[in-house]
């Protein structure tokens, strides 16, 4: 008797964004996202209160109104630039894997998702969390939520994630071909690479050691056996490896932080204090990247392409130029089919003949 192959169901897993630019819809995606222990990491308690006295009743209405300035036809930026990418990738892997996107936060749901993967007879997971760095509050969080959801049943399946991919060539090189023309194009005389911040506690938190992260000015310079996994020397790679296939030279480039909220510090520097000193520097046409995230959402969008270019334009720059993400750009959908199977090892098809 043949032995039946396995079905291979593949879960791109992004953070997740609002049903509607409304208050109430944004009101219930940021209750889930911000309850997650990973992203506010608090006392119960001490949560509770922040969110429902001092974030849930102001925060929406603001966060509503900054969305509905980048929303499309076809919904939020962020989900309907993941469904692309979503169809491109399902295409390339027809033969071989089932391919759902999920939301760690609102919808499709993690849960849906999976039950989706699960109704079309599949038994082998492989997720792939789509951030480039690893951080608690990002792939941590959609990890340990598959994790769980997966574990749930009486027949928990096998379950692969792909690593977070900051030095993936496949990565770098599609951010590379995107920002080329832009570059090109606008003259930019210098590059900010923008990446979404972390507070500092956070930082300390996942160094295993306690002693290397932040414990210097330049302890996230290089990357080293201690500081692998460190999201800002990880966010720092990035940046040098992408200047490098941009040729941009030392002083071309500048590396910030972005999207801090509350009081507490958060990984330095800040974009919006190192927008207007890049303006009094001199440098007039900027071009920013923000190679934390692979597809454009209020963050990129809104943050960068809107209010941080009225902010350096203020401050004196000539223009600012957001980098589009990568989206469903070909070379990205080539790289996440390649990430795939590279995790996958050999096929289920050949490991069953093999038996
Ligand atoms: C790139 C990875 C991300 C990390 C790490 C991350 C950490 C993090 N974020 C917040 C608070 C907010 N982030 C918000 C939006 C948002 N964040 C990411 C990615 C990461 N966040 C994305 C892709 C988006 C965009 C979502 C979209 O719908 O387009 C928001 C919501 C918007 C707003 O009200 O400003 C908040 C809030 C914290 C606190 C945190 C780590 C502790
Ligand atoms: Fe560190
Ligand atoms: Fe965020």
């Excluded at 008797?1 to 944004?26: C, H, I, Y």
């Excluded at 993967?117 to 990890?143: D, R």
Aim: proline share 8%.
């Amino acid at each position: 008797m043949p032995v039946p192959t396995t079905k291979r169901g593949l879960l791109l897993v992004n953070l997740g964004t609002p049903d509607a630019p409304e208050s109430g819809p944004v009101r219930r995606y940021l209750r889930e996202f911000l309850n997650d222990p990973r992203v506010i990491d608090v006392h119960p308690v001490g949560r509770w209160f922040l969110l429902n006295l001092f974030i849930l009743p102001f925060r929406p209405a603001k966060s509503a109104e900054a969305y509905r300035k980048v929303w499309t036809k076809e919904g939020s930026p962020l989900l309907v630039y993941s469904r692309a990418l979503e169809a491109k990738v399902a295409e390339q892997l027809r033969d071989d894997y089932e391919v759902e996107l999920a939301m760690r936060y609102g919808n499709p749901s993690l849960p849906d998702a999976i039950a989706r993967l699960k109704a079309k007879g599949v038994s082998e997971f492989t997720v792939l969390p789509l951030y480039p760095h690893e951080a608690a509050s990002s792939s941590a969080s959609s990890l340990a939520r598959t994790y769980e959801v997966l574990a749930e049943g009486w027949d928990v399946p096998n379950v692969r994630a792909v690593p977070a991919f900051w030095d993936d060539a496949g990565f770098l090189d599609a951010f590379a071909a995107v920002a080329r023309p832009v570059i090109a194009d606008t003259r930019a005389d210098h590059v900010l690479f923008s990446f979404h911040g972390l507070p500092e506690r956070h930082m300390r938190k996942s160094d295993p050691t306690g002693q290397h992260c932040l414990s210097s000015a330049g302890c996230c310079d290089a990357i080293t056996a201690e500081n692998r996994h460190c999201y800002r020397a990880q966010c720092f790679a990035t940046a040098r490896m992408l200047a490098q296939r941009l040729s941009l030279p030392e002083g071309g480039y500048t590396v910030s932080f972005q999207s801090r909220l509350g009081r507490t510090p958060w990984v330095k520097p800040y974009t919006d204090l190192v927008l207007p000193e890049l303006a009094a520097k001199g440098v007039k046409r900027l071009a920013v990247m923000c190679p934390a995230f692979v597809a454009d959402c209020l963050e990129t969008l809104e943050e960068i392409g809107l209010r941080a270019k009225e902010q350096f334009v203020e401050a004196g720059g000539e223009s600012l130029t957001l980098v589009p993400s990568l989206n469903a750009h070909p070379e990205w959908v080539d790289a996440v089919v390649r990430m795939v199977r590279a995790s996958d090892g050999p096929s289920a098809t050949a490991r069953a003949g093999s038996r």
